[in-house]
């Protein structure tokens, strides 16, 4: 099953395919719409700022064939860092909409600073608290620790669309899932061992 890594131009293209190469699976890059309509499973990369994305994304004619191909065909996917944010309806960064796939949104960390010496963004690793094992984090070792660099973060309106927590001043959201859409706001491509795992779980899932 080959993975289809939607190339928007904002994201860790290469180091995603990269990882799907060390763990044997098989992915292709693309913006042309034509090739991503024949998506068996796909990825929504991101890095930078949420209306730069969604425009990107309304450009390149992407946002119509990922709702037929995401909400009508039921295609597994997964969006990382940016691209988990995308999913939501909104974000405090920016004025479009989102995709609204979840029903969600997407807001700055708000971290007193006379309280604490964390900064914006958030940057460097983080344990997760897993509340879906399956499919993506059913074979994590205890004490997994994955890599962040963010400044926003996704505030779910259902919690059964939490798959996962982190801590960072503030309890947020590190991971959703509902149906067949999934996002991670850490970077498995920059998550060693642990990024593999989830990398390789979202390939192997039906």
Known sequence: MVITIVDYGMGNLGSIINMLKRIGAEGQISADGDEIRKAEKIVLPGIGAF??????????????????????????????????????????????????????????????????????PHMGWNNISVLKRYPLFGNLDQGARFYFVHSYHVVCSQEEDIAATANYGVEFVAAVQKQNIFGVQFHPEKSHKYGMSVLRAFAESA
Not at 81 to 110: H, K, P
């Open 51 to 120: 209306d730069a994305g969604m425009r990107k994304l309304h450009e390149l004619g992407l946002v119509e064939i990922l709702n037929e191909l995401v909400l009508k065909q039921k295609i597994p996917t997964l969006g990382v860092c940016l691209g988990m944010q995308l999913l939501t309806r909104s974000s405090e960064e920016g004025s479009l909409e989102g995709l609204g796939w979840i029903d969600a949104r997407t807001i700055r960390f708000t971290i007193d600073s006379a309280d604490t010496e964390l900064k914006v």
